[in-house]
C-alpha cells in the first residue's frame, strides 16, 4: 500500500496562491486515478480534482479556472496549484490515489490551507 504525504499548505491572503504536493512513497506510474479532496469544519469531505492515466483532468465547479492538478510519475509526486484563492477554500487538503475508480485507495493525512485577511 502507497504512503502519500501532504505539504505545501499555510496562511495565506484572499487572491494569493499556494502550491499543495503529495508525495508517495512508491510509484505512482499504475495508479489510474490520483485527487485531491478537502474537508472544511462541519462539512463532508469533497472532491477538488482528479488526473488520471494520460493527464485527464477533471475539476469540481468551485474550482475550476483557478486551480490546476498534475502528476509527475518521475517524481512520484502529485501537485495542487491554487490560484485566486478565496475564503471559502480554507479546508484540509487531502491527497487520494487509486488504481481503479472503484478502489478506495490510498489516503494522505492532510495539510491546513487557510485563506484569511
Known amino acids: 500500500q502507497v504512503q502519500l504525504v501532504e505539504s505545501g499548505g499555510g496562511l495565506v491572503q484572499p487572491g494569493g496562491s499556494l502550491r499543495l504536493s503529495c508525495a508517495a512513497s512508491?510509484?505512482?506510474?499504475?495508479?489510474?486515478?490520483m485527487g485531491w479532496y478537502r474537508q472544511a469544519p462541519g462539512k463532508q469531505r469533497e472532491l477538488v480534482a482528479h488526473?488520471?492515466?494520460?493527464?485527464?483532468?477533471n475539476y469540481a465547479h468551485s474550482v475550476k479556472d483557478r486551480f490546476t492538478i498534475s502528476r509527475d510519475n518521475a517524481k512520484n509526486t502529485v501537485y495542487l496549484q491554487m490560484n485566486s484563492l478565496k475564503p471559502e477554500d480554507t479546508a484540509v487538503y487531502y491527497c487520494?490515489?487509486?488504481?481503479?475508480?472503484?478502489?478506495?485507495?490510498?489516503w494522505g493525512q492532510g495539510t491546513q490551507v487557510t485563506v484569511s485577511s
Open positions: 487520494r490515489a487509486r488504481k481503479s475508480i472503484t478502489a478506495f485507495g490510498s
Open positions: 512508491g510509484s505512482i506510474f499504475n495508479f489510474y486515478v
Open positions: 488526473i488520471f492515466s494520460g493527464n485527464i483532468t
